[in-house]
């Protein structure tokens, strides 16, 4: 592989951990109804900067997934459908 496209792919494996951690901020900051729009505008900059490192890599002909470990955790697990309770009819 060319090291032109492993540059590129080095830096948008570091984006998008970078992109990971601000997104958790951000909806962090929303939870507690803090002001989010400055992360918000960082993370607009990070994806401008991912797209034209994506054009570059796709112009260079890797077209190979790039895979990065997620440390983004899920708030709520996701759960199995709750079975519904049977509703009690009086005795008079």
């Known amino acids: 592989m060319d090291n032109r496209i492993l540059e590129i792919r080095k830096k948008i494996r570091a984006l998008r951990v970078s992109m990971l951690q601000a997104e958790a901020i951000m909806h962090d ?22 797209s034209l490192l994506v054009d570059e890599r796709a112009r260079l002909g890797d077209r190979e997934p790039i895979l990065v470990n997620s440390i983004f955790i899920p708030r709520r697990p996701i759960a199995s459908p709750r079975p519904v309770a049977a509703r009690r009819r009086s005795v008079s």
């Open 29 to 50: 900051q929303i939870n507690r109804d803090e002001e989010c729009s400055e992360i918000a505008g960082e993370i607009m900059v990070m994806r401008a900067a991912m």
